[in-house]
Structures are given as C-alpha cells and as structure tokens.
C-alpha cells in the first residue's frame, strides 16, 4: 500500500519544507498538549487552538488502540496495517486535515505497547521487539508525510514533530523502572528507553521523505529514586545518565519542568535536589552538554498550573494561573536551548483528581467558561 505515495508532489512538498524549515528556526513554538479534545471534540477544539494563536499541538498517538491486533508478517511499516479512525473514540486522519486547514502544526506522541507487542493489561511495559516500534513509527510517518493519500485519494496532511514515549521515567508509562543486574539494582526503564527512542528516531526517518524532528527523554520532572517498590521512580538526571549508555539516536531532548508544587512560582528553584523546574532548567541543559548533546535543542513538551477552584489541594487561583503562564513562558523563550513551550490542557479534566490545568473550566458550575489564561495565551505571542 506504500505506492500510495504521490511523486509529483515531492518537489513542491520539498520546497515548502525548505521554507517551513526556515521558518520555525525564527523562534520558539507555542503549543498546547490536549489529546482528549484534539480527538474527541476536534472542530471545536482546532476553533479555539486557532483562537489561542497556537502554533503546535501536542497529540498521543496511542500504538495500542491503533494496532488492536498484530499485522502481518511482512506489513508492520504498511500504514494500511493499522486503525488510523475509531468512529466514536479518534480519528488521527480527521484531527491531522483540521490541524493543517488552521495552519497548526501537530506533533505525535507515540505511546502504549499493543499487548501483542509485549505491552501488558495497560500498555506500560517495552516492547519484546524493537523492529515493531520502529516499524509502527515508519508507518505512522509515511502516513502523515504530507504526500501520502488515504482510501478516497486526497493527500493527508503532514506531522513534523515526534516525541518517543511520554515520561518513561515514570512508572505510570513504562515498566520496571528497576531491575536487579549482576546483583544491583539499575535504571532498567532507561536502558530499554534508549532502544525505544533509537526505533522511533529510524522509523520516523525512515518514513518521511524529507526531515521531521523525534524529540526523546520527555522526562517527568521528579522521581524518588527509591529502586524498590511498584513506585520507585528515577529523577531526570539518573535516567538520562543511564539513558546515555544506550547511544540513543534523537533530534531533541523533551522535558516537563513541572513545578513541585502550588506555592512555587515558575522562577522558583525546587525544594528537591533531584527535580528539574523551570526553576532550575539550566542543571538540566548543563547535564545535556556534559553528556555530549550540547547540539540537541530542548523541548518543554508539558507544562501547567492546577487552578482552585476546583482543586483546592494542587491549585493556584485563576489570576495567579494566568500569571505563572506569562511568567514561564517568557523564561523557556528566553532561553536560547528552547525551541517550544507546550502548556497541559486545553480544557481541565472532569474528574478531580486528574489534571484542572487547562485555559477552560469544566466542573459543572463553570463548563465550558474561559479562565482568566485564556486571554493571556491568546496574548503570548504579541
């Protein structure tokens, strides 16, 4: 099905890459990280992404719910493989077109093993075989390469912007974080992440016909690095050291710089030695260079404040949310290593003890309101 590529279209397409490509190296991005409404309420949420001047939106391209069962031999890298729509949950075809009609860029986020693939009851384990990912991550780029058309013959947008795994230091998305080797207790999440990072980095390449960008690490910003117990986690720092010996292949390390809590602002340095803030971004870009990726620019692919109401624990007010977002967003594009700042969410989530970080309200008082930094993202980029 590969042959569904159309070559007349590969010299124009090249020539408004150079462009593009010399036009995103001007300055740094703008994007939101909303997956529940870039796909499920798609029309509306691109109306009001176009609203809010983003430049990027942040999507999960969930391997698991698009490969529900294991293709066969021989067509793990034919887009036609795998379930790109799901009438009622996703449509990855129909959110890519609306992205491109408004001029936003989209970057996927490839995330959840199959259970075919080794992926486990929730999709949090690694693969058993490398080739699948990279293959899966071929497809998806040859899908989205911008000249690439569906079942009815129209060319489907294309993806510029790729994150390998979201948080694989963490264990809610990648498990063992630990594992006893040789008699001690070593970072098993980063040494299988390097290999995980390295299949999309060539499935991605490989699949295009010309030059996108795979950011890896997409690291939690926190970690206890306790090696026992289901919740041991690494912080950013270890992992990435042992995520190093892997040889890695990757365009750009990504990032959360979350803060630690309510009551630190975005310049605030974290009580904790072992987290990694916007308050303390230069350790990390320090670590970076240290480790020899001195090259490799940085992405802040999530970041946010909680509001209260509704959560009284985690949450700041709607004035001091809108003003923190100010506040980061002018020290990430300060930043000469920052390419793109990604805030989380478009819209909180409804239950509460998710994430209310969103610019619009959801709990039933106040569905579908405009918080106060509603405004002031619509006004970031002057």
Known sequence: ?????????????????????ASAARGMKLGIYDSAQALGNTGPAFQQFSELRAQVVRVTLNWRD????????GTFADPASYRWSHPGVYDYDQMVREAAARNIGVMFTILYTPAWAGGGTKGQLVPTNMAWLQAFAKAAATRYSGVYTDSTGAVLPRVRFWTAWNEPNSPNFLRP???????????????????????VFRGVHNGEVSSGKVACGVTNPGGNNHPRGTRGAPSPLPFIRAMK?????????????????PFETPTTPPRS????????????????????WGSKRVWLTEYG???????????????????????????????????????????????????QSGLIWSF???????????????????
């Not at 207790?185 to 990072?197: D, E, F, G, H």
């Open 1 to 21: 099905m590969l042959k569904r590529i159309v070559p007349p279209l590969l010299a124009v397409f090249c020539a408004l890459v150079l462009v593009s490509a």
């Open 66 to 73: 698009v490969a529900p069962t294991k293709p066969a031999l």
């Open 177 to 199: 974080q630990y594992k006893r080797v040789n008699g001690r207790q070593v970072i098993w999440s980063a040494r299988r992440y390097a290999k995980m990072c390295t299949a």
């Open 245 to 261: 010996a892997g040889k890695p292949k990757f365009d750009a390390f990504a990032h959360h710089p979350y803060p630690s809590s």
């Open 273 to 292: 030695s072992t987290r990694i803030t916007l308050g303390n971004l230069g350790v990390l870009i320090r670590e970076l260079n240290r480790l020899g």
């Open 305 to 355: 404040y909680q509001t209260k109401p509704p959560d009284g624990r985690f949450g700041v007010t709607p004035t001091k949310q809108a003003a923190f977002l100010r506040q980061s967003y002018a020290i990430a594009k300060k930043n000469r290593r920052v390419d793109m700042f990604v805030w989380f969410l478009l819209k909180d989530e409804l239950e509460l003890g998710r994430w």
């Open 364 to 382: 039933p008082t106040k569905d579908g309101v405009k918080k106060p930094s509603y405004a002031a993202f619509t006004a970031l980029r002057g």
